[in-house]
């Protein structure tokens, strides 16, 4: 018998602090308008910690597939903000959840999350794992400096998850992972240090990539973009989401868009608009899902997935 994967729940969470674009202005050289018309960020949220948020978001998605935490036999963190350098931040929130088996974090920066739903899905359908959380959690404005208007409006702090369980049909229908280590000069960050980022190149960049991977997941697949009924991307800037929309054929409105409420929180953002989508009943069994991230590295990662985890 064939084992596939299918997604059985969904979980989300946000620190409670929000902070409004004119909460800037004044103190930075910035506008609401200028950031509105940008990037499409409205306000996003600052505080918790990287183990707090993922806790919150791994224990809610639990509770949405119908399990107990030790039925749980894997959790696969995404984040490039782990709260310590050692042990992964994992192997904590795996124990104040309560999982059984394994855990690892995972770092891909903000293509993190969806690298993260397809190792889940690779470690389920080889048999080695019947139900593993993937969880994307990233308290950004750790690495922020405040004081650079290009980069301290942009990023926030936000976690999001999924159940993932064995199931006979097979409903990761084509993914692609990808990376250019030859960009890494466009987004970084050193230890100790804060995000540096040539923002116009990584727009340019980000779209292209965005385009390309997501065609290939498509192809994959064996569907095309009007089969698509919803599209879940990464939550930069609205600007990149409108583009490569656009250039996929994929109409804005198919689009889940959240980063107005939580601008950019890296490997929270594909599972919190996901959550946000979910939650607000816009997804309904059988619709085809396409995942699309891009992040530093610079690294992209796309993939297509057949929806049925709604109640
Ligand atoms: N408020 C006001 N002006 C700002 C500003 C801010 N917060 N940030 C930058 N500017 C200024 C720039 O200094 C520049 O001024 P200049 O013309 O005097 O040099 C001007 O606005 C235009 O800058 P530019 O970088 O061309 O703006 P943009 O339209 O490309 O928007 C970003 C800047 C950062 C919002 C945009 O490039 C972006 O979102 N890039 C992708 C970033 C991203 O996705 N990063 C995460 C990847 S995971």
């Known amino acids: 018998m064939a084992i596939g994967a299918k997604i059985t729940g969904w979980g989300s969470a946000v620190p409670e602090k929000i902070v409004k674009n004119s909460d800037f202005e004044g103190r ?3 506008s609401d308008q200028w950031i509105v018309e940008r990037t499409g960020i409205r306000e996003r949220r600052w505080g918790g910690t990287t183990t707090s948020l993922a806790v919150e978001a791994g224990a809610a998605a639990i509770k949405s597939a119908g399990l107990s935490p030790s039925e749980i036999d894997l959790v696969i963190l995404s984040t490039t903000t782990p709260d310590q350098t050692t042990p992964a931040t994992s192997s904590v929130v795996s124990h104040l959840i309560g999982t ?4 690892f974090d995972l770092n891909a920066a903000c293509a993190g999350y969806v690298y993260a739903m397809v190792v889940g899905h ?3 359908a080889t048999g080695v794992n019947k ?5 994307g959690s990233d308290t950004l ?16 702090d936000g976690a999001g998850a999924v159940v993932l369980e064995s199931s006979e049909r097979d409903d990761f229908l084509g993914s692609e992972l990808g990376v250019d280590g030859a960009a ?3 987004l970084y960050c050193d230890h100790g240090s804060y995000l540096r980022m040539e923002g116009r190149e990584v727009f340019k960049k980000a779209v292209r990539v965005m385009v390309e991977s997501a065609e290939i997941a498509m192809k994959k697949a064996g569907i ?13 800037n609205l600007r990149i989401i409108e583009s490569a929309c656009k250039r996929l054929g994929i109409p804005i409105e198919k689009a889940a868009v959240c980063l107005d409420k939580y601008g950019n929180t890296s490997s929270g953002s594909v599972p919190l608009a996901l959550a946000d989508a979910a939650d607000n009943g816009r997804l309904s069994n059988g619709d085809l899902v396409l995942f699309s ?6 690294t992209w990662a796309s993939s297509v997935v057949r929806w049925q985890a709604s109640k």
Do not use: N, W, Y
């Open 28 to 30: 930075l050289e910035t």
């Open 100 to 103: 059984s088996g394994g855990a």
């Open 122 to 124: 690779a470690m389920v």
């Open 131 to 135: 139900k593993v959380l993937v969880i």
């Open 141 to 156: 404005s750790k690495i922020t400096d405040m004081e650079d208007r290009g980069t301290a409006i942009l990023f926030a």
């Open 184 to 186: 890494q000069p466009i």
């Open 224 to 236: 095309t973009a009007d089969d698509i009924s919803l599209c879940v991307p990464h939550q930069a």
């Open 293 to 298: 991230g891009f992040g530093a590295g610079m």
